[in-house]
Antibody
Framework: QVQFVQSGAEVKKPGASVTVSCKAS????????IHWVRQAPGQRLEWMGW????????KYSQKFHGRVTITRDTSATTAYIELTSLTSDDTAVYFC??????????WGQGTLVTVSS | QTVVTQEPSLTVSPGGTVTLTCASN?????????PNWFQQKPGQAPRALIY???NKHSWTPARFSGSLLGGKAALTLSGVQPEDEADYIC?????????FGGGTKMTVL
């Protein structure tokens, strides 16, 4: 089974930026669309955007457009999400997930990002 | 803005059968919404169960099945086990974006 391993927890101040990574344990990394999803405490999952790991195409949720950038490094089989201009509302667990065709398959373990002054 | 709605909570007895549903405020859910279903337990990442309405992953127990029912996506558990107690979350594709439901907290009692 493919594993997606994410980077560790982050604590940031308001106005700062954060980057979370997601490393895939598969040589078929470029076959995946990698999604980024977040879950604030007690809230529903929220889709943020995706990257086609093969060709680098991206699409972002309108809510985050302008504040989020998703990239990938195929040689490192790793995807990244950068979120800028952080506020306390961005405190959440951030997940990556891999999609093949129309199915979402494997999820990362989650990365807690805390925004606090 | 697309809003996806699920039952907030359900209680089922061990060995019983239960159907959870997933509705969209934009209209009937169809196969073109590519419904996906996930199981999430406290403190864990979601685990994929069903994709494209009714397709199971290789690790999905046989007692889980997906369908379309009355304009909604549906997840049916037949022969519920105590370890099935969890949140069940649906995901729909609409208007170029993916939208999650609020989840159904299923209690096995």
């Amino acid at each position: 089974q493919v594993q997606f391993v994410q980077s560790g927890a982050e604590v940031k101040k308001p106005g700062a930026s954060v980057t979370v990574s997601c490393k895939a344990s598969t040589y078929t990394f470029t076959s995946y669309v990698i999604h980024w999803v977040r879950q604030a405490p007690g809230q529903r999952l929220e889709w943020m955007g995706w990257i086609n790991a093969g060709n680098g195409d991206t699409k972002y949720s309108q809510k985050f457009h302008g504040r989020v950038t998703i990239t990938r490094d195929t040689s490192a089989t790793t995807a990244y999400i950068e979120l800028t201009s952080l506020t306390s509302d961005d405190t959440a667990v951030y997940f990556c997930a891999g999609q093949l065709s129309s199915g979402w398959y494997f999820w990362g373990q989650g990365t807690l990002v805390t925004v606090s002054s | 803005q697309t809003v996806v709605t699920q039952e907030p909570s359900l209680t089922v007895s061990p060995g019983g059968t239960v159907t959870l549903t997933c509705a969209s405020n934009t209209g009937a859910v169809t196969s073109g919404s590519y419904p996906n279903w996930f199981q999430q337990k406290p403190g864990q990442a979601p685990r994929a169960l069903i994709y494209s309405t009714s397709n199971k992953h290789s690790w999905t127990p046989a007692r889980f099945s997906g369908s379309l029912l009355g304009g909604k996506a549906a997840l049916t558990l037949s022969g519920v086990q105590p370890e099935d107690e969890a949140d069940y979350i649906c995901l729909l594709f609409h208007g170029g974006a993916w939208v999650f439901g609020g989840g159904t907290k299923m209690t096995v009692l």
